[in-house]
DNA sequence: GGTAGACCTGGACGC
DNA sequence: GCGTCCAGGTCTACC
């Protein structure tokens, strides 16, 4: 058994990051509630699969993975769990920004800023496709399937006996490999069959570097402009990505956006993104957490 | 710059 | 069990 504990820039809180939004939902991320570990199949470089187990460390997070790593291999892991609960990233100039704002008093509290990342660029862009324009429940089936088709598996020695095969995030050569066609009936992500191909045969063939996206010196307005040149990435996409990369200067504005500000405001009535956008102005470079962490009225009740 | 319509799936609903 | 309707962002064509 390998066992490490990484420490975060302070002020760190485990579950914020875990509770930051829905990737921990999504496969092959699981979450256990009784034991509050966060779990990652990972695939190495190398080939190798893993599960990491992530729990809380107070000031940092602990990892377990089962077996020995060699030193790439413990490298790569490191290497991940850092980047996945941006352990590195201060965000102290956000909570300043947000100190005498009532709504924001949870941000601070709990040290919200950091948003749980998958280990790639590539594997965050792509659950991102298969969240728009669709249900959570359709997003999770998506997910699961490309996994179920494409990924390698967790070795049967390191699995549960009686669980389902755990799987590793395929790599972008295996989505490429396949064909729009097989996507659209086997992944069952429709119109977005055409969109994921390329988008794997880019990263695949070199064309695309998504990766070098994670530690890009661009504006945030030319980081913005790069993401949406990707096929099947519109404002709403870019805008949680760049949540992703720590770059929170615009808000992901979706359906459920439009309900939050219009009972925030409007009394529940109707309101458009422009008004989501005036709502959030003055929050400068910080308009995509201050949505992100207010502390909202409506609940979806 | 704004808007309408197509894209596709899965769940809810009525029969 | 079957058919219909609806929710959900992006893209394109059009004004």
Do not use: C
């Not at 695939?43 to 077996?67: E, H, I, P």
């Not at 008093?105 to 790639?120: M, N």
């Not at 405001?265 to 109707?270: A, I, Q, R, T, Y």
Request: glycine fraction near 6%; charged fraction near 25%; aromatic fraction near 10%.
């Amino acid at each position: 058994m390998a066992s490490f504990t990484l420490a975060a820039r302070p002020p760190f809180n485990f579950m914020s990051v875990v509770n930051s939004h829905g990737w921990r939902q999504l496969a092959p991320f699981t979450f256990d509630e009784q034991t509050s570990t966060l779990s990652y199949i990972l695939r190495a470089s190398n080939g190798r699969v893993m599960q990491l187990d992530m729990r809380d460390a107070n000031t940092g997070v602990s990892v377990n993975a089962k077996g020995r790593l060699n030193k790439l291999e413990s490298n790569e892991v490191k290497e991940a769990v850092t980047w996945m609960f941006a352990l590195d990233a201060d965000f102290s100039s956000f909570h300043k920004a947000a100190r005498r704002e009532p709504k924001l008093q949870k941000a601070i509290k709990f040290a919200y800023g950091r948003v749980l990342r998958s280990p790639t660029l590539f594997e965050d862009v792509v659950k991102t496709l298969f969240t728009t324009n669709t249900l959570w429940g359709a997003t999770k089936s998506m997910t699961q399937k490309l996994i179920a088709s494409f990924g390698d598996p967790l070795p049967a020695s390191l699995s549960e006996v009686e669980g389902p095969i755990k799987k590793a995030f395929p790599t972008a050569d295996r989505i490429a490999a396949s064909s729009p066609e097989v996507l659209k009936e086997a992944v069952r992500v429709g119109y977005r069959a055409p969109a994921l191909h390329e988008l794997a045969a880019q990263v695949a063939s070199g064309s695309l570097d998504l990766e070098s996206l994670k530690t890009s010196t661009l504006p945030t307005l030319d980081l913005r402009n790069e993401l949406m040149e990707l096929n099947g990435i519109g404002p709403y996409a870019a805008a949680n990505l760049l949540l992703i990369l720590g770059r929170p200067d615009f808000i992901p504005v979706d359906s459920w956006a439009l309900k939050l500000v219009s009972h925030e405001w409007h009394k529940g009535k109707p309101v458009t993104e422009k008004e989501v956008q005036k709502a959030f102005e003055k929050w400068g470079e910080y308009k995509g957490f201050a949505f992100w962490f207010w502390d909202w009225k409506y609940n979806g009740g």
